[in-house]
């Protein structure tokens, strides 16, 4: 099982520049998540989407832009990149079952290092 | 508001010493999920344990053992005889059920450094 992928693993960007970083999973989790970690910080949530069509802002979302057109995707979009992006971002994914959380735990991508000068 | 502690940034010790990373939470909800997380140098993120509210029991799984006490706040996790492949960052988390338990909330992680 290839779990929750990302790309790409590197990238760095001008100022001013945007870019899509890309996050699909193979496991039909009904809930994914972006996370950025700053150094030395914890994650961060940036977006989440509970299902295809629905998306939400997290604690961070300003500067970002998610969709969630299908179940398997969720690309993270930066239309205006500024230094204070550089960061490594993950995406997440979890899923509930019986309609609880009980059991559930969040999968990881290996994550995108991103930097902006 | 929901927060996790981590206060100790960075511990080293030397390889069979055991070592215990401390996690202090706050939440409102009577209903949360606690979790560790590792991230070894390669930088992804490893599960290691989740922890409901209403489970204090604590849990060994090999070298590994976490002390969960609503009392305190805490949820420690603790390496016995710590390897060099214990060299990681290690994260604790929370989610709660206000919020969506599928939100989790990290402290700023423990930085291990396990030497030969």
């Known amino acids: 099982n290839a779990g929750v992928t990302q790309t790409p693993k590197f990238r760095i960007l001008k100022i001013g520049q945007s870019m899509t970083l890309q996050c699909t999973q193979d496991?039909?989790?009904?809930?994914m998540y972006w996370y950025r970690q700053d150094p030395g910080m914890g994650l961060k949530l940036i977006y989440y989407?509970?299902?295809?069509?629905?998306?939400d802002k997290g604690e961070v979302p300003n500067g970002y832009n998610v969709s969630r057109s299908t179940t398997e995707d969720f690309p993270l979009r930066l239309e205006l990149a500024a230094p204070s992006q550089t960061s490594v971002y993950f995406c997440a994914s979890s899923s509930e079952i019986g309609g609880r959380f009980r059991d559930t735990e969040a999968f990881f991508g290996q994550g995108t290092r991103l930097t902006v000068v | 508001a929901q927060k996790v502690t981590q206060a100790q940034t960075e511990i080293s010790v030397v390889e069979k010493e055991d070592v215990t990373l401390d996690c202090v939470y706050e939440?409102?909800?009577?209903?949360?999920?606690l979790f560790w997380y590792k991230q070894p140098p390669s930088g992804e993120l490893v599960f290691l344990i989740r922890?409901?509210?209403?489970?204090?029991q604590n849990e060994i799984s090999g070298r590994y053992s976490w002390n969960f006490q609503k009392s305190t706040s805490s949820f420690n996790f603790t390496i016995t005889a710590s390897q060099v492949v214990d060299s990681a960052v290690y994260f604790c988390a929370l989610s709660e059920a206000n919020t969506g338990f599928q939100k989790l909330v990290f402290g700023t992680g423990t930085r291990l450094l396990v030497s030969p």
């Open positions: 989407s509970v299902g295809a069509g629905i998306t």
């Open positions: 496991m039909n989790h009904n809930y």
């Open positions: 922890r409901n509210s209403f489970d204090e």
């Open positions: 939440t409102r909800d009577t209903t949360y999920y």
